[in-house]
């Protein structure tokens, strides 16, 4: 299985390329024999100053020696793969051929540790128009299609979709990104990270929201403000610093799924699992409250300790209940319980109808059973 990487450390100076050029043609760490630069290049030996000299020329006739000097590639196979380096090599040559035909490209299969991978070392500049090399977010996906093209004509595996560089199965908040810089930045420097923020303030935000304006309002008392237009695909994230996250981006690096549709099917089973626990709670309430109205007094006490007009001491074991904000659900129960009290017989109104609608079918007619016993 090969994996294709770009490299994005700063590729704007002579000496950055020269350097690169150094450390992939490092005796320790390369055949001699293992070694190609595709044309034009007229030096009899390739030594990282021969090569260095040559990318230089083409960019000086072109009058372009300036900006972005050389793209960084590296292509790595599993240490169980049954792969030589000669096939690597084969490999690596094949790929340069048909990804960088126009431009002038070290390569180097590196056999220095337990799995076999190789380097290419791109001249940004073409050889056969002068044009620069621009690569996009779809060309690398066309780069990884055909780095997997040619793993399976060769009988060796690829990535599955869903799975890890070793086979296991990608869990939630498994990093993985384009960029072998990006990988190790959030790998081992995760709190550093201005993205791998963002993923965790939207894991915190939406794990309560139940609606869009929840979830909004959630990341902005995190520091991230949150631009979701309906005439827009994609859900951005910006910090107080004003640097954006797109919800794309945390998907492909984080295997997080925070897109529109995704986002929006979590308020909805929020909203369940919140109505769920209410509606059983308020049931329950309802039931005791219509059986032993001496409940009042307790409730009205609490009801007045919540709107602060209780005048005396609180009833013993409440401050646990009266602690925080009671729920919408649970002032309508109070009063229920209270229009229950000094009632010995009473007809069933409209709004006990519909209070009755909304209790299981069980439940419904053990309360008929009980007002004809009466």
């Known amino acids: 299985m090969a994996i294709n990487k770009t490299v994005n450390k700063s590729t704007k100076t002579h000496g950055a390329m020269r350097n690169c050029m150094e ?8 055949n001699s024999s293992l070694v190609y630069v595709s044309s ?6 390739i030594t990282y100053d021969t090569v260095y000299r040559s990318f230089l020329e083409e960019k000086k006739l072109w009058n372009k020696d300036s900006g972005r000097m050389y793209a960084h590639n590296i292509i790595s196979w599993h240490k169980d793969e049954e792969i030589t380096p000669e096939e690597a090599y084969e ?6 051929e048909q990804w960088f035909a126009e431009f002038q490209t070290l390569m180097a299969v590196h056999v220095d540790r337990n799995h ?6 791109t001249n940004t500049v073409s050889y056969i128009d002068g044009h620069k090399l621009h690569t996009t977010k779809n060309e690398l996906e066309e780069m990884k299609q055909l780095t ?14 869903g799975k890890d560089y070793h086979g296991n199965d990608l869990e939630m908040g498994h990093v993985r990104a384009w960029s072998k810089d990006k990988y190790h930045m959030l ?16 894991l915190e935000a939406k794990a309560d929201a139940c609606s869009q304006d929840d979830f909004i309002r959630n990341m902005k008392q995190k520091g991230w403000h949150v631009i979701w237009k309906p005439t827009r695909k994609n859900i951005t994230f910006v910090n107080e610093e004003g640097k954006k996250v797109r919800d794309r981006n945390i998907l492909k690096t984080f295997n997080i799924n925070v897109t529109k549709g995704e986002l929006l099917d979590e308020f909805i089973r929020n909203n369940e699992r919140r109505n769920g626990v209410l509606r059983v709670d308020e049931e329950e309430r309802i039931r005791r409250a219509a059986e032993d109205a001496e409940l009042a007094g307790y409730y009205q006490q609490v009801q007045d300790a919540l709107e602060g007009t209780g005048t005396g001491d609180r009833a013993e074991g409440i401050e646990d209940f009266t602690a925080g904000e009671v729920a919408p659900g649970e002032r309508r129960s109070i009063r229920e319980a209270l229009a229950t009290k ?8 409209t709004e006990d109808r519909k209070r009755e609608e909304q209790l299981p079918i069980l439940e419904q007619q053990a309360k008929r059973n009980r007002r004809r016993a009466r």
Not at 91 to 96: A, S, T
Not at 148 to 159: A, K, L, Y
Not at 189 to 198: H, M
């Open 148 to 161: 997997n093209r040619m793993c399976e004509s060769r009988g060796w595996s690829t990535p599955e979709k």
């Open 40 to 45: 034009p290049f007229d030096a009899e030996e």
């Open 91 to 96: 490999f690596g040559k094949e790929f340069v």
């Open 342 to 349: 000094g009632r010995t017989k009473r007809t069933p109104g």
């Open 187 to 202: 790998l081992h420097n995760v709190k550093e990270s201005y993205v791998a923020a963002c993923a965790l303030a939207i």
């Open 116 to 121: 076999i991978h190789l380097h290419m070392v």
């Open 23 to 30: 450390y992939v043609l490092r005796e320790s760490k390369i």
